[in-house]
């Protein structure tokens, strides 16, 4: 495609959902509202461990105003020795973590939930079920849950042979390794901590759920997908997909947070006892403690490298913190660590690590961060040892087209040694840096996916454009596929809705995350589109009489091909569409397909901070990242998502963490104690976008979404180094404890 | 939401009444720290005497050698007083940094004074500058205002009206937020004038306090490096998931540094 000919993709079109959004007229799934509706609350459990010995729940059904009330025994079973995947999710593992079954299994864990005619009465509920609990030894964090005399979560679960908390394993390997390393002239060897963090969207779960007499069941609700929240309800409930329509909210932040459910099936159950409509609203609390967050991790990663900068070997091992019950992100730590790489020996392992805490959630590129957190810390100190330039160091050993990676693919052609160019030849890279301040790099690479996408395109009876797809919009979807068909229609942007639709009115969709939604979408739209246009060139023919292939579509119009088709004055969509009728009805077309060759994102981030010896306080003061976006659709969002990954990897860095309390339990379960970072934190985050167009993409689009949150964690660092010449292993780097390493280097 | 009488007096003497009948009736200013307590049933008042319509609770003015400002006056309009920022910069300032602008476009300096929040930002500048509180029937000094975390000299009924701030050579104000709420992890206001050497400490225990030894220094020598090297005892500070006690103990000595090269 040729950019220079391109007037709507590339460009930072106005954004459909902006005035709905700044006017507060969106409609959140909290928004929602039904004649009889009824309220739902959850009982959670106040122990971090514990059996389950019996529920009454009698008194709260005699309260005036309860409708219905709900436990374990309402949710299907999925009993833990048959695997029941859907996606990435495994519903033995859902069914329990929506409410809990033979255990409760962290502080917040759901046991049991009431209907009622208030919220207050729903609470007051709440408190009159009687749960007997046998309260358990618990384990939070990782060191401790591997431990061999730990508390063990799920007896079910066995690794090499013995009850444990490790849930699973996964490996990479390339090559010999210990060849590798004998080669090396350096090789440098660290271990690295970081805390669990919440991804921190501002809307809190909600839903709104009706099931009719008939069993017919709708529900509206704050997801990535509704149907994931089909399938999964369905799964969970019992109900088949046919009889659930599951309608997308405007959906206010996900950051995958939102790719699996909490309320729904609950508030399913409670309207099929009740026979009223039931909605359900977490707070902040709620949110905090039981859903999301993101893992903790432990890691060790060794690089070896010869002395003229060409790593030969690398290995990985990393624990992450998948929380009650199993499913941590390890594909992406020890899958996305090294990918960024041409090293020819790699052995990369990841742990799925259980504990009384709860189920960790996807948050943006999960697992990556983590694992490229400690590739990019060695590589900075291998940099330092070899006396090479961080940057020339990445790119001498940058993946390229036909590198083969550690965990499987062979690279087509991508755009991650530009990123590093870009960087070296960027201002920033060689300012002059102020007193206390320092310069950090750090790279990142992220899967990106395909999958299942459905597109309908339907020209409307007054010449205009409605576009369905089935993928809630939280990265600038609608804006962007309103870009691409305003482009290949030849008309303007402003002429294209685009909507989102739900699962009665739209195909099959899979979820939005994993960086796929434009990749996908796109395509699907593209190829509808390229559909609607053949019809209207067979519209055209035939009101000219000639053949379709003597009619092209140019500008937005019907034209003859050529003077050998006759000479007759174009047909523009809006006279096209106002003949429909009698030239064969309806013009639209819809495509559903199962997309593939979305290939990975690459990025490279430089940082400046500065720090406040007296305070502990680290600052970034300057951060610019690069990335290759293949094709940049919509300048603006695709800035939005860079500037917003930086900002989620800043707090990761250096202020966020969740903090237990001596009784198994978050301590700091609102934003007031979650230290979250805010726009005054922050400085402003440049961005500089490369674009080597995706060739397996007709626009050469790349997911852009979660690359950009990779690499902050290790460019932070690397600048904390750079500024103070003390390196930190564990983050958040807060205050007090980099005073306190400070202070110790100075006693 | 659970039922409470609402009264709108639009005089001091009427409000009074009011909250002397009745001991479970609370006064309501800008609402900051009341309206949260009552929304998580921290409170539950049995009336609310609204202040808002009182004149008198209003207005700040300079007089003389000192600068008045009444109750109701909000953090904004502290922090833009030409009165203020004429002759006690460094009070402007700190009005400034309360919060943000929601914050300051509401809450109050006889609210924030009155709760007596250990990170609250006001009180550091009544301690610090020596002011003193007025009521509708006394006026307080400073030094015997501030009793306990929460809690204060008021007796039941009783209503700050206003505060009188001594105008001083110099005075300084800093502060570091929690990364979190943003409210005072640990401040120090400072100020040399009428009321003599003053450094206040706020944010660090569990009710504002003057660090004697400072103050003794700066009387001595008002400079930065005079404080640099005193330390504050962590005992009794606060420790917290934000930061322990030895932490905030480090963070006087720097923040009392720092006041008072902003006091310059």
Redesign the interface.
């Known amino acids: 495609m040729n950019v220079v000919s391109n007037k709507w993709i590339g460009q930072r079109t106005i954004r459909p959902d902006g005035a709905d959004k700044v006017t507060g007229r969106a409609a959140y799934a909290a928004d929602a509202t039904m004649p009889g509706m009824i309220w739902g609350k959850i009982l959670r459990s106040p122990h971090p461990h514990a059996r389950i010995r019996s529920i009454d729940t009698s008194k709260a059904e005699a309260l005036p105003g309860v409708k219905a009330v709900v436990t374990a025994k309402d949710i299907v079973d999925f009993p833990v020795d048959t695997p029941v995947p859907l996606g990435i999710q495994d519903m033995r593992w859902m069914c329990r973590n929506v409410m809990a079954r033979e255990k409760a299994l962290f502080h917040g864990h759901p046991v049991a939930a009431v209907a009622a005619t208030t919220e207050e009465i729903a609470a007051e509920a709440c408190r009159l079920i009687e749960v007997d609990y046998e309260v358990l030894p618990w384990v939070i964090e990782i060191e401790d849950a591997i431990r061999p005399d730990a508390p063990i979560l799920h007896d079910f679960l066995r690794f090499e042979g013995r009850p444990s908390n490790i849930a699973g394993k996964l490996e990479h390997r390339l090559g010999d390794v210990e060849a590798g390393f004998a080669e090396a002239d350096v090789v440098i060897e660290r271990s690295f901590a970081t805390r669990p963090v919440h991804q921190g969207y501002i809307e809190p779960h909600a839903c709104l759920v009706s099931v009719a007499p008939d069993g017919k069941t709708t529900i509206w609700s704050s997801s990535q997908g509704q149907f994931m929240v089909r399938a999964m309800t369905s799964l969970l409930t019992g109900i088949p997909q046919s009889d659930i329509r599951a309608i997308p909210a405007e959906i206010g932040g996900g950051f995958g947070g939102k790719t699996i459910i909490y309320l729904e099936p609950v508030a399913v159950m409670l309207s099929k006892k009740s026979g009223r409509p039931v909605k359900m609203v977490m707070t902040r609390e709620e949110v905090m403690r039981a859903t999301g967050p993101t893992s903790a991790s432990r890691s060790t990663v060794k690089i070896g490298a010869r002395r003229d900068g060409r790593i030969v070997a690398a290995q990985g091992t990393f624990y992450l913190q998948a929380g009650a019950l199993p499913g941590s992100p390890i594909r992406g730590a020890a899958g996305c660590a090294f990918a960024p790489y041409d090293i020819p020996n790699v052995h990369s392992v990841g742990y799925d690590v259980v504990s009384n805490r709860s189920k960790v959630a996807a948050y943006r590129a999960p697992g990556a961060p983590i694992g490229a957190y400690a590739v990019e810390c060695v590589l900075d100190e291998l940099a330092e040892a070899l006396g090479m330039d961080p940057l020339e160091l990445r790119l001498k050993n940058a993946a390229r087209q036909g590198t083969k990676a550690a965990h499987g693919p062979v690279y087509p052609r991508i755009g991650f040694a530009e990123t590093i160019e870009a960087a070296l030849a960027h201002p920033h890279y060689k300012a002059p840096l102020g007193k206390r301040q320092g310069r950090g790099v750090a790279c990142g690479f992220w899967f990106n996916a395909g999958g299942e996408s459905s597109a309908q395109v339907n020209v409307t009876e007054d010449g205009n454009v409605v576009v369905t797809t089935g993928h809630p919009d939280i990265g600038g979807s609608r804006a962007s596929i309103a870009n691409i068909t305003a482009e290949l229609l030849g008309i303007d942007y402003r002429r294209v809705s685009v909507l989102i639709g739900d699962t009665a009115t739209i195909g099959y969709s899979n979820l939005t995350g994993g960086s796929r939604v434009l990749f996908a979408s796109a395509t699907v739209v593209t190829q509808s589109v390229e559909k609607v246009i053949t019809q209207l060139r067979e519209r055209a023919a035939k009101i000219w009489g000639i053949d379709p292939d003597a009619v092209k579509w140019e500008d937005g119009q019907a034209l003859p091909a050529g003077d050998n088709a006759g000479r007759f004055p174009p047909l523009t969509l809006k006279q096209l569409a106002a003949k429909a009728s009698e030239t064969g009805g309806p013009i639209g077309a819809g495509v559903q397909l199962n997309t593939t060759g979305a290939e990975g994102g690459f990025a490279t981030h430089i940082c400046d901070v500065e720090v406040d010896p007296?305070?502990g306080?680290v600052r970034v003061v300057r951060y610019t990242a690069f990335q290759d976006a293949g094709r940049a659709i919509h300048p603006g969002y695709v800035e939005g998502q860079m500037q917003g990954g930086v900002a989620q990897g800043i707090g990761w860095a250096l202020?966020e963490e969740y903090?237990y309390d001596r009784q198994g339990r978050v301590?700091?379960a609102s934003?007031?104690?979650?230290?979250?970072p805010v726009c005054s934190?922050l400085p402003m985050i440049d961005t500089v976008i490369i674009e080597v167009p995706n060739p397996k993409h007709p626009q050469g689009v790349r997911g852009v979404g979660e690359v950009p949150i990779v690499p902050p964690l290790a460019a932070i660092s690397n600048a904390v180094y750079n500024a103070l010449g003390r390196r930190f292993y564990s983050l958040p780097m807060?205050?007090?404890k980099v005073?306190a390493t400070l202070e110790g280097a100075a006693a | 939401m659970y039922e409470f009488a609402y009264h709108k007096p639009s005089s001091v003497a009427d409000a009074v009444k009011l909250l002397s009948a009745d001991p479970e009736a609370r006064p309501i200013a800008g609402g900051h720290t009341l309206l949260p307590a009552l929304k998580h049933r921290l409170a539950r008042p049995t009336a609310l005497v609204d202040l808002s319509g009182i004149a008198e609770l209003r207005g700040i003015r300079r007089e003389g050698d000192k600068v008045v400002i009444g109750a109701l006056a909000r953090h904004a309009e502290v922090a833009n007083s030409d009165a203020v920022k004429g002759a006690i910069p460094a009070l402007a300032r700190l009005a400034g940094t309360i919060g943000d602008v929601q914050v300051r476009n509401r809450g109050t300096l006889g609210g924030s004074v009155a709760n007596n929040d250990p990170a609250a930002d006001y009180p550091a500048a009544v301690l610090g500058l020596g002011a003193t509180v007025v009521t509708d029937r006394r006026r307080i000094a400073a030094d015997d205002f501030f009793t306990g975390m929460f809690s204060t000299a008021l007796e039941p009924g009783e209503l700050l009206v206003a505060i009188e701030f001594p105008i001083p050579e110099k005075a300084g104000y800093a502060k570091?937020k929690n990364?979190?709420?943003r409210y005072v992890m640990t401040g120090a206001f400072v100020s040399r004038g009428p009321q003599g050497v003053r450094v206040a400490i706020n944010g660090a225990g569990p009710c504002v306090f003057r660090q004697r030894e400072m103050e003794a220094a700066l009387a001595a020598n008002w400079s930065p490096d005079a404080v640099a090297n005193i330390r504050q005892s962590p005992d009794g500070l606060n420790s917290d998931?934000?930061?322990?006690a030895e932490?905030r103990a480090?963070?006087v000595t720097?923040m009392a540094k720092r006041a008072v090269a902003d006091a310059g």
């Open positions: 007296e305070l306080i202020s903090v301590d700091n934003f007031l104690d979650y230290r979250m934190d807060s205050p007090p005073l | 570091m990364p979190a709420s998931i934000h930061g322990s932490y480090h963070l720097v």
